[in-house]
């Protein structure tokens, strides 16, 4: 039997051609294709007819420590409404890459404040998301 590792080390999210940093304490990036390739539906007969989706929107989520310097950077591009590449990229055993040329952050994170370090999530629309 194989066992394959992973290092969260080796996964880099990189907006706008800056790698990101100070990412949050358990899921740094999530990343989902927002439509599925497919869809299939059944006439009253039994008959199926399949449908190809050529929808290509996605969206990564990306939770950064509100320490980190990319809490600006984000905060800056969301204000800003300018369109940016993004990539993340995992050079594990098993490697995989995500994102696409046009994206834009929907919005400033939501801020709150405590007795310790909180997290700020953003979300990131990618309108030609791909995965390779």
């Given at each position: 039997?194989?066992?394959?590792?992973?290092?969260?080390?080796k996964?880099?999210?990189?907006?706008?051609?800056?790698?990101?940093?100070?990412?949050?304490?358990?899921?740094?990036?999530?990343?989902?294709?927002?439509?599925?390739?497919?869809?299939?539906?059944?006439?009253?007969?039994?008959?199926?007819?399949?449908?190809?989706?050529?929808?290509?929107?996605?969206?990564i989520?990306?939770?950064?420590?509100?320490?980190?310097?990319?809490?600006?950077?984000?905060?800056?591009?969301?204000?800003?409404?300018?369109?940016?590449?993004?990539?993340?990229?995992?050079?594990?055993?098993?490697?995989?890459?995500?994102?696409?040329?046009?994206?834009?952050?929907?919005?400033?994170?939501?801020?709150?404040?405590?007795?310790?370090?909180?997290?700020?999530?953003?979300?990131?629309?990618?309108?030609?998301?791909?995965?390779?």
């Open positions: 039997m194989d066992i394959k590792t992973y290092d969260a080390r996964v880099n999210v990189d907006v706008g051609g800056i790698s990101l940093t100070g990412f949050g304490e358990d899921t740094m990036v999530e990343c989902s294709q927002d439509d599925d390739t497919m869809s299939a539906k059944n006439d009253a007969k039994g008959n199926v007819g399949i449908t190809i989706n050529n929808k290509t929107m996605g969206t989520k990306v939770t950064l420590m509100q320490t980190s310097p990319s809490v600006n950077y984000l905060d800056k591009l969301a204000k800003s409404r300018k369109i940016f590449p993004i990539w993340v990229t995992s050079k594990n055993e098993i490697k995989e890459v995500v994102g696409g040329t046009k994206a834009f952050v929907t919005k400033p994170a939501d801020k709150s404040f405590g007795a310790e370090v909180d997290e700020r999530q953003f979300e990131i629309r990618v309108t030609d998301y791909t995965v390779e």
